[in-house]
């Protein structure tokens, strides 16, 4: 069985009989219908870059097999549009930015070396590794490191393969990997939130009063801080071996600058759509060690 779709263009011909397709039981309130999609297609210039730029993005093999059609496909069980468009919009240089839909069978992703690094046994976790790995997987494929494992450490963290930096992050549905060259970088932190709002009980854990100040009236700004800390978390441990409280982290959301704790800076980007993701870099002899305080 393979698993993804073939896409056809909707002519004039066959217009019809896609508006009729019926969604199967439970998925009316996940997508929007047929009807609606074929008039967006026609109308909305936004909807028809997406399918362009999905299409673009097809693993070489899937495309090859669908020369020909002249309309492309894209692999919908594992690609969220919207993170396409998203992640395609957060231009990091220096890094490659993936994600994948956790999908069933994706715990098989992980080498036998990853599946002995990891200290958790619940299912939902092992998927979520290996989607990640996946992903982060098929990064380094496409940078010429064919097929190597990325362990778990004791305390958590990657542990990339040499000449590799990157960071992966998971929630219940998607997976999403950063990688680049540590010629490049020192180091990267990925994280991906619901954009939800933090609860308001949080914001004093996670928020110095300045930072409460600079994300006043912004109902997700709490949420961005928190992903931007969390991300800037990865980031860095790996580097320092520290753990860091969210108080220990400084975030100049004006500048997209965060210093941590031990004066080191970190790049910051991020871009809000049916979620927060964000990416923090360390960039190349960055250890500008400010004055404690
Ligand atoms: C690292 C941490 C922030 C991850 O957050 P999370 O919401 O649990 O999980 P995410 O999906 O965002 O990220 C999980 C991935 O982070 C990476 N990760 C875990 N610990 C890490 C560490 N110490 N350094 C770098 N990356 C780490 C792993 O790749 C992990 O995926 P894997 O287990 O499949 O390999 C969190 O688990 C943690 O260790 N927190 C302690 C420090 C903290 O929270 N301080 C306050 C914020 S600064």
């Known amino acids: 069985m393979t698993d993804y779709v073939k896409l056809k263009k909707v002519t004039a011909d066959n217009w019809e009989a896609v508006v ?15 009807l609606y999609s074929v008039a967006e297609a026609q109308f909305d210039p936004d909807a028809r870059h ?5 299409c673009r993005r097809l693993p070489d093999v899937q495309r090859a097999e669908n020369e ?4 492309g496909s894209f692999d919908l069980s594992i690609h969220d549009p919207v993170f396409l468009r998203a992640i395609d919009a957060l231009v990091v240089p220096g890094l490659l930015i993936g994600h994948r839909v956790i999908s069933q069978g994706d715990e098989l992703a992980l080498l036998h070396e990853e599946m002995a690094s990891l200290s958790f046994s619940a299912i939902e976790r092992r998927l979520a590794s290996g989607a990640a790995r996946r992903v982060a997987r ?20 990657p542990v990339w393969p040499a000449g590799i930096v990157g960071s992966m992050a998971h929630d219940d549905r998607i997976a ?7 010629r490049d970088l020192d180091a990267v ?10 609860p308001p009980d949080m914001l004093e854990l996670i928020a110095t009063p300045q930072e409460r100040r600079a994300i006043a009236d912004n109902p997700l700004g709490a949420k961005l801080l ?4 969390e991300a800037v978390y990865k980031a860095a441990y790996p580097l320092d071996q520290e753990f860091l409280d969210f108080h220990d982290i400084k975030v100049d959301l004006a500048g997209r600058l965060a210093t941590t704790r031990a004066g080191r800076t970190l790049a910051l980007h991020w871009c809000v759509f ?5 990416v923090a870099t360390v960039q190349k002899a960055s250890m500008d060690y400010l004055p404690s305080s």
């Open 274 to 278: 049916s979620h927060v993701l964000v």
């Open 226 to 229: 928190f992903a931007i800390k």
């Open 189 to 198: 932190g990925i994280d991906i939130e619901p954009a939800t709002p933090l």
């Open 20 to 34: 009729e397709l019926e969604l199967g039981a439970g998925q009316e309130d996940l997508v929007t219908s047929n």
């Open 50 to 54: 997406l399918c362009r730029e999905a």
């Open 68 to 71: 020909g059609q002249g309309e």
């Open 176 to 182: 999403v990997a950063a990688v680049g060259l540590r």
């Open 138 to 157: 098929e990064l380094m494929n496409s940078m010429g490191f064919a097929g190597l494992p990325i362990l778990r450490s004791t305390f958590g963290a």
